[in-house]
């Protein structure tokens, strides 16, 4: 897997071409692999070309509707009667018809007291921003509700030289600095990381789930840090530190935190933090794996050398094919991923859809993103959906013209550095299969005749 060298549309050439490998829960049969394979390159033309009529208002997308619909014809009975008053509900909460939508639980990822997971439904997302509600969570010894009158923050350094003057920051000094407001996405190191072992979850809400995208709002690190008359000639690394029973430790580099982007944050989405996502304060550091962003922070520490916590030592390590562990390894590297038709779905009838997914990259804005309908032989470069931000998540379409056929949606992502989402051919060549962590390979979704939609593994 090289970085920024090469060139995109080598990914189609004819040694990569794809070969399917069986997924434990969802196994291709020979015939089913050659239906996807014959003849794909004349019948994706026809796809792609439809499609992009389809797009651009040359073909209708909505089906006719018979003329004496009663849907239409009759008033219904809310369009007759009164509805609720104002404020029935103090704070806004979803219809009664999406209670499907909801964080879910894996039945057998980390059920310890105090230790949990839960995966953000992206299959049913709009745009970019993930509702607070819904914003995936990922504990190391539970979550509490702090009082934030009591709650403080210390900022000091290692030797009394690499900070001039330590201080405690109570909730109320912190909101009357000037603050700053960024859209970022944030992802847990371990997000798709059953994946490694060929185990083939069943939807993109268990494959991609711990995932969440977010408008945070706080006082950039470096604001306080220089508060309290940091050496940034001596300081090369801060420790973040969290209140929760675990006392959640992470190294950040002050290269990150010297770019203005690391904040302290106290807002999100508009509002004060969930007590979930480490009300009253945590810490945003964009591009980096989800547990560096250390919730209920409680104190930062500048040094001149990493820390080696027990979380950078032991856990969110990646263990190489050689047999070595590989530290800090905190960027998440570009990935996709379609969210829509996507596992545990099921297309209902042929005819045109939008194919719709997210890309993000930990270095920065993504550039491009293409889609294959047929296991990555061929590529259709997809639309990006505005706004495109730097470490925040991006949407992207496609139209695709399904002629009930079986096929195979994959999507690739290309970042603004060049650096291109590797298949799982050439990930494994470089990281081997027994790792946990920074999956970012290629997910694909298996379309079957009958419009059923099911996680497989390409190679």
């Not at 000037?178 to 847990?188: A, D, L, T």
């Not at 029973?245 to 935190?257: C, F, K, N, Q």
């Not at 916590?309 to 530290?327: C, F, N, S, W």
């Not at 002629?403 to 550095?417: V, W």
Request: aromatic share 8%; hydrophobic share 35%; proline share 6%.
């Amino acid at each position: 897997m090289t970085k920024g060298t090469r060139n995109i549309d080598d990914w189609t050439s004819e040694r990569e071409r794809p070969r399917l490998r069986r997924a434990p829960e969802n196994f291709l049969a020979p015939d089913e692999i050659a239906a996807v394979s014959a003849g794909r390159r004349g019948f994706l033309r026809g796809s792609f070309l439809a499609a992009a009529a389809a797009m651009t208002g040359g073909a209708a997308v909505a089906q006719e509707k018979p003329a004496g619909e009663d849907a239409i014809l009759k008033l219904p009975p809310w369009s007759t009667s009164l509805g609720q008053p104002v404020a029935a509900t103090p704070y806004g909460l979803p219809s009664k018809y999406e209670t499907a939508m909801q964080r879910r639980q894996s039945p057998g990822l980390t059920q310890v007291a105090g230790s949990s997971v839960s995966f953000m439904p992206l299959q049913g997302m709009f745009g970019i921003i993930t509702p607070s509600g819904l914003h995936f969570e990922r504990h190391h010894q539970g979550w509490h509700d702090i009082d934030p009158s009591r709650h403080r923050l210390m900022i000091d350094g290692s030797s009394p030289e690499m900070v001039k003057k330590a201080k405690v920051y109570t909730l109320d000094d912190l909101m009357r600095m000037p603050s700053v407001s960024r859209m970022h996405f944030i992802e847990c190191g371990a997000n798709t990381g059953m994946e490694w072992g060929n185990v083939a979850v069943p939807t993109v809400q268990y494959t991609h789930g711990m995932l969440s995208c977010s408008e945070f709002t706080g006082v950039p690190l470096r604001t306080l840090l220089e508060d309290c008359g940091a050496d940034f000639t001596k300081g090369k690394f801060v420790l973040a530190e969290g209140a929760d029973g675990s006392s959640m430790t992470r190294t950040i580099p002050i290269e990150l935190v010297m770019s203005g982007e690391v904040i302290v944050a106290y807002g999100q989405n508009g509002e004060m933090l969930r007590p979930e996502n480490g009300y009253p304060l945590r810490l945003i550091v964009p591009g980096v794996q989800g547990v560096s962003w250390v919730k209920w922070l409680r104190r930062i520490e500048l040094g001149d050398m990493p820390y080696a916590t027990k979380d950078e030592a032991v856990h969110y390590i990646d263990l190489m094919p050689d047999g070595q562990h590989r530290q800090y390894t905190s960027i998440q590297e570009a990935k996709s991923v379609i969210t829509s038709p996507s596992g545990g779905q099921t297309l209902l009838d042929k005819g045109h859809y939008n194919v719709t997914g997210l890309a993000w990259s930990g270095r920065g804005k993504i550039k491009r993103v293409d889609v294959s309908f047929d296991g990555g032989i061929n590529w259709v470069e997809a639309q990006l959906q505005t706004p495109v931000l730097s470490k925040c998540l991006t949407r992207f379409n496609v139209g695709w013209n399904w002629d009930g056929r079986p096929a195979i949606l994959q999507s690739r992502a290309m970042d603004e550095t060049g650096y291109v989402q590797p298949g799982y051919r050439a990930l494994r060549a470089v990281r081997g299969t027994r790792s946990i962590y920074h999956n970012n390979a290629i997910q694909s979704w298996k379309v079957a005749m009958n419009g059923e939609v099911s996680n497989v593994q390409v190679l």
